[in-house]
């Protein structure tokens, strides 16, 4: 039985959790959804990796079993079936041809977690350097290469247990029909377009987990200030006239960076300075 299997393969401690689980009264489809291999160091801070090979969401599975959840934990699905995006979009990878996975970083203060959406942004753009690749940053958290999106990241806090989870979902192996089809909001790319050859998924996953944990520590040791200073040797808005969509409705003005706690600055006609915690935005062309 498919249970067994992956039981056999857990570690004492995940035995032991799953035991409490069934005890508490967790049902057997609960213990089923759990992961398919557990393979200890090789998540952040020598943490576990979860690996899924068919998951609907890593950011789901990580909000609903945190309690189940490890500082540094990576929940990794070969296959996302149903991806979140912001703002409630569905992040699209077919087939098993995007990295998409969550990591579970605990913080000590709730300041710090747009930060580590930002941090992990940096990683991504440090993944893509490292296979050659130049990418930028879009506010609040887009890595883009040649204008188009090739990442984004969606990080859900769990205050009762002062974890955030941080998913990444990098476009990896699609084709330029892939992307077509895929029909996604804003013009994207993969890596496979960018650099003309197919990718090994486990080789990328462990250079982003190791620039993931290089970022976090960083960002734990000497605060946001890093973070944000260095986001704007790649932000990809710079200097650019923008329109920010926000539930109190589109406002027009001139990116100004971001404030130490990675608002969105925003000058808008009047001189005047406004700040935005979330919205989606977009560049425009200056219309005399
Ligand atoms: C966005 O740009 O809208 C954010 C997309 C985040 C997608 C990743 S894929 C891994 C993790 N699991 C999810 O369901 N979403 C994130």
Redesign the pocket.
């Known amino acids: 039985m498919e249970v067994t299997s992956k039981f056999s393969s857990y570690s004492k401690f995940a035995k032991v959790q799953f035991v409490k689980r069934i005890r508490n009264g967790g049902s057997l489809k609960e213990v089923k959804n759990m992961p398919d291999k557990i393979i200890k160091g090789e998540g952040l801070w020598n943490g576990r990796l979860l690996k899924f090979n068919t998951l609907?969401?890593?950011?789901?599975?990580?909000v609903q079993h945190i309690d189940f959840c490890q500082n540094g934990d990576v929940?990794w699905?070969v296959r996302?079936t149903?991806?979140?995006?912001?703002?409630s979009?569905v992040?699209l990878?077919p087939d098993d041809k995007?990295?998409?996975?969550?990591v579970v970083v605990e913080f000590k203060n709730n300041r710090i977690i747009p930060a580590v959406n930002f941090a992990a942004a940096l990683a991504v753009n440090k993944t893509l350097k490292m296979f050659s690749l130049k990418g930028s940053l879009k506010w609040p958290?887009?890595v883009l290469v040649r204008g188009r999106?090739i990442?984004?990241?969606?990080s859900e806090a769990k205050p009762e247990r002062n974890f955030v989870v941080v998913?990444?979902?990098?476009n990896v192996n699609m084709k330029k029909s892939d992307i077509e089809s895929a029909n996604f909001s804003f013009p994207a790319t993969s890596m496979l377009i960018e650099i003309g050859r197919p990718l090994e998924m486990d080789i990328l996953r462990k250079v982003l987990v190791s620039s993931l944990e290089k970022n976090i520590d960083s960002l734990f040791i000497h605060g946001t200030k890093v973070v944000i200073d260095s986001w704007e040797k790649y932000d990809w808005l710079s200097g650019s006239l923008i329109e920010i969509d926000t539930p109190a409705g589109v406002i027009k003005g001139t990116y100004n960076g971001m404030d130490e706690q990675g608002r969105l600055r925003l000058i808008d006609k009047n001189g005047c300075e406004n700040l935005f915690w979330s919205g989606d935005v977009k560049k425009v062309v200056a219309v005399d």
């Open positions: 609907e969401s890593t950011n789901v599975w990580a929940i699905a996302q149903m991806g979140k995006g912001r703002l979009r992040w990878s995007g990295l998409t996975l969550s958290n887009d999106k990442a984004g990241i969606l998913g990444i979902g990098l």
